[in-house]
């Protein structure tokens, strides 16, 4: 499959627990994104990467998330301290390049937070 | 700010009536547009996108969107709706001026194709 993938497909923790999230691009994709969709909503844009350089961040993104794409493959995302609120399925998608190519978005893994 | 509306919550068609889920944007200039599909428990798929030229652009699955620059819509339709084609539909639209090319998204409107 060579789609984009992400890891685990879903996660329960308790609150207060940290927790990671693995997103595996499309391989020749420069672009990476993720994204937050709670129940009833869009998905709303957290953060981007081009390659390895984290270029935007929503105010979304509080101080707990944290968001890293080493060597501008797999990236990651953490929550530390997670709260309830932080319940919500997320997306990664990938792109290429600057060109107005459409994001392929991965299945997401869906948080829950106990 | 920059906005997507989708005004219906859920759209009800007969299998083989043809069906038209609605979008309108709040974005300065010339967006960038898309449809993407979310069958449960997967991810999006994208469906089209409008980028410029035409403003009728065809789709996977027998979609199609047009685009009405001065209504600010990106209405999806297709001619004959199938059982299947029952989903949850996201419009998304992309400012030309963002260099990121992140995507703000409606709330979704859930399709049901009834036999």
């Known amino acids: 499959d060579t789609g984009v993938s992400q890891d685990p497909r879903h996660k329960i923790t308790k609150r207060g627990q940290n927790v990671t999230f693995r997103c595996d691009p499309i391989?020749?994709?420069?672009?990476l994104y993720w994204y937050r969709q709670t129940l009833g909503q869009g998905p709303e844009f957290l953060t981007y990467?081009?390659?390895?350089?984290?270029?935007?961040k929503s105010r979304l993104l509080s101080d707990r998330f944290s968001a890293e794409r080493p060597k501008g493959s797999f990236s990651t995302l953490e929550i530390q301290r997670t709260e309830q609120g932080d319940s919500a399925m997320y997306l990664c998608?990938?792109?290429?390049?600057?060109?107005?190519?459409?994001?392929?978005f991965g299945q997401g893994t869906r948080l829950t937070v106990v | 700010a920059q906005s997507v509306a989708q005004p219906e919550d859920q759209v009800n068609v007969a299998e083989g009536n043809p069906l038209t889920v609605k979008c309108t944007y709040s974005?300065?200039?010339?967006?960038?547009l898309f449809w993407y599909v979310q069958y449960p428990n997967r991810g999006l798929q994208f469906l089209l996108k409008?980028?410029?030229?035409?403003?009728l652009v065809k789709g996977s699955y027998g979609f199609e969107a047009e685009f009405n620059k001065s209504q600010t819509s990106f209405h999806l339709k297709k001619p004959s709706a199938l059982v299947s084609d029952s989903a949850l539909y996201f419009c998304?639209?992309?400012?030309?001026?963002?260099?990121?090319?992140?995507?703000?998204f409606g709330q979704g409107t859930e399709l049901s194709v009834k036999p």
């Open positions: 998608a990938s792109s290429l390049g600057h060109l107005p190519t459409e994001a392929f």
């Open positions: 391989s020749e994709h420069n672009r």
């Open positions: 990467f081009q390659n390895e350089a984290q270029l935007e």
């Open positions: 974005v300065s200039g010339n967006p960038y």
């Open positions: 409008y980028i410029t030229g035409d403003n």
């Open positions: 998304a639209v992309r400012d030309r001026q963002n260099q990121g090319g992140k995507l703000i």
